[in-house]
C-alpha cells in the first residue's frame, strides 16, 4: 500500500453531523488525492492537493472539504454529512511516473 | 472528453482461460494507462501500465495491448487462475501544470471458476 494509512476503516454517522477522514503516507509524495467509489461509477475524484495547503477540487467536490498542514496528512471533512455521501472513500498518493498508490478506504455509512 | 469506457461489467472465465477487459478512451493528450487489481475490502493495486508509444507490455500472465489509433487497449489475462477473480479497473492518465488527471473507467468484475 506504498505506505499510505487511512483512519477511520469504517464509520457510521448521522445525516447532518461533521466527519473527518484522515490519510497519512509516509512516502514523502508531493500528490494527494481523495476519491470515492461507488457501484458502477469506478473511482472519482473529490479533491486533491499538489503541495502543503495547496489543494484543488475534483469532479464530485460538493459538501467536501480538505485540508493538507504537513506533507505526509490530508484531511478529507464532509461538513454535514448526507446519505449520498455513503460510499467508499480512498485516498492516494502519486509517485514518480504518475502511478497511483492507494490506501486501504474507508467505508462511510450516513444514516 | 474525459471519459473512459469499460467493458464487460462482469465476466466468467474458467480456470486456465483467457480474461479479456476492454478500454476505450476520447482525449488523446492521455499518456500513461494503468491498469488496477482490486480485492474486495482493500484498495486498488497497480497491476501493469503502458505508454502510447508501444503496442504491447506484458508482465507476466497479464498483457496489454494498446491501439492508438483507434483510443483503445485491453487487458488480456492469461492461463486465468481463481486467485485472479478481483475487480479490474482500467484508467488513462497525464500530467497537468500542479497536478495529474487521472480517470477510471467504471470495473470489470472477473471470476474464475475453478
Known amino acids: 500500500d506504498a505506505g499510505i494509512t487511512q483512519s477511520p476503516r469504517h464509520k457510521v454517522t448521522e445525516t447532518g453531523t461533521p466527519v473527518t477522514l484522515r490519510c497519512h503516507q509516509t512516502?514523502?509524495?508531493?500528490?494527494m488525492y481523495w476519491y470515492r467509489q461507488d457501484p458502477g461509477h469506478g473511482l472519482r475524484l473529490i479533491h486533491y492537493s499538489y503541495g502543503v495547503k495547496d489543494t484543488d477540487k475534483g469532479e464530485v467536490s460538493d459538501g467536501y472539504s480538505v485540508s493538507r498542514s504537513k506533507t505526509e496528512d490530508f484531511l478529507l471533512t464532509l461538513e454535514s454529512a448526507t446519505s449520498s455521501q455513503t460510499s467508499v472513500y480512498f485516498c492516494?498518493?502519486?509517485?514518480?511516473?504518475?502511478?497511483?498508490?492507494f490506501g486501504q478506504g474507508t467505508r462511510l455509512t450516513v444514516v | 472528453q474525459q471519459q473512459v469506457k469499460q467493458s464487460p461489467q462482469s465476466l466468467i472465465v474458467q480456470k486456465g482461460g483467457i480474461s479479456i477487459i476492454n478500454c476505450a478512451y476520447e482525449n488523446t493528450a492521455f499518456d500513461y494507462f494503468p491498469w488496477y487489481q482490486q480485492f474486495p475490502g482493500k484498495g486498488p493495486a497497480l497491476l501493469i501500465a503502458i505508454r502510447p508509444d508501444v503496442s504491447e507490455k506484458k508482465e507476466g500472465r497479464f498483457t496489454i495491448s494498446f491501439n492508438k489509433s483507434a483510443k483503445q487497449f485491453s487487458l488480456h489475462i492469461m492461463d486465468s487462475q481463481p486467485g485472479d477473480s478481483a475487480t479490474y479497473f482500467c484508467a488513462a492518465s497525464r500530467r497537468m501544470d500542479s497536478s495529474y488527471k487521472l480517470i477510471f473507467g467504471s470495473g470489470t468484475r472477473l471470476l474464475v471458476r475453478p
Open positions: 512516502e514523502n509524495h508531493r500528490y
Open positions: 492516494a498518493t502519486f509517485g514518480q511516473v504518475g502511478e497511483a498508490f
